[in-house]
């Protein structure tokens, strides 16, 4: 009888433990393009651990379906991605891909990027200006996945990839200089672009059929509604 007691005991404390878990938490599934989605097509799922919690920050973490971490960190928003602080990523078999710290949502701070194998592939320092609203990242150092140092100092040959955009080009005192040369698999253009100190001066697109399209700044760029298209 005490037997029967103590377990029904033990399955009241399991259910209660389980419903504060559930009402401190909430789960949602991502798509590939981190949009909420339902879970038959989802990609990642996101946990916001103390989200029933009336926080200035809030603990948010990502999932691969493997059930390996993808991101962690904090929000300023539970319902929504605002970082703030450092963040952590992961790649799919639990290796870290980079430590970037953020304020109010924008990158500022040191940031350490490395390669799936570990080895080290960039150390950067983001800078974010709250009173103008411009941000600045600065490339130190960088090693391509044989491990040469491609820029030392701030000063070398740099190529990144970021989502669907890879460019490539000269980096001095930390910044974009001079000719850059890239393309985007997304709109399916391919692009040079030059700098000076790290601004972008003017620019070239072209498109898979043959459209070019100059530019003058980034916001241009950006906005295709705004450029001239040559014929």
Request: proline share 1%.
């Amino acid at each position: 009888m005490k037997r029967n007691i103590f377990l029904f005991l033990l399955l009241i404390i399991s259910v209660s433990l389980s419903a504060q878990i559930s009402m401190v938490s909430k789960k949602i599934f991502l798509d590939s393009l981190n949009q909420e989605c339902t879970p038959d097509n989802y990609s990642y799922t996101r946990v916001i651990t103390n989200y029933s919690q009336k926080s200035m920050r809030y603990v948010v973490t990502d999932f691969y379906k493997n059930g390996r971490k993808k991101m962690t960190g904090a929000t300023l928003d539970r319902d929504i991605l605002k970082k703030d602080g450092e963040f952590i990523y992961y790649y799919k078999n639990g290796a870290k891909e980079a430590v970037v710290n953020y304020t109010d949502d924008h990158k500022n701070g040191k940031e350490i990027n490395w390669y799936e194998n570990q080895s080290k592939k960039s150390e950067k320092q983001n800078i974010w200006d709250p009173k103008t609203k411009k941000s600045q990242t600065l490339i130190l150092n960088c090693w391509d996945e044989d491990k040469s140092q491609t820029v030392t100092d701030g000063n070398g040959e740099y190529e990144e990839t970021d989502k669907f955009i890879s460019q490539k080009g000269t980096i001095k005192d930390g910044l974009k200089q001079g000719s850059w040369q890239g393309n985007d698999l997304l709109h399916k253009t391919t692009f040079v672009d030059n700098y000076d100190r790290g601004i972008l001066t003017s620019g070239i697109s072209v498109d898979e059929n043959n459209v070019k399209t100059t530019y003058s700044s980034l916001t241009e760029k950006q906005n295709t509604k705004n450029v001239k298209k040559l014929k």
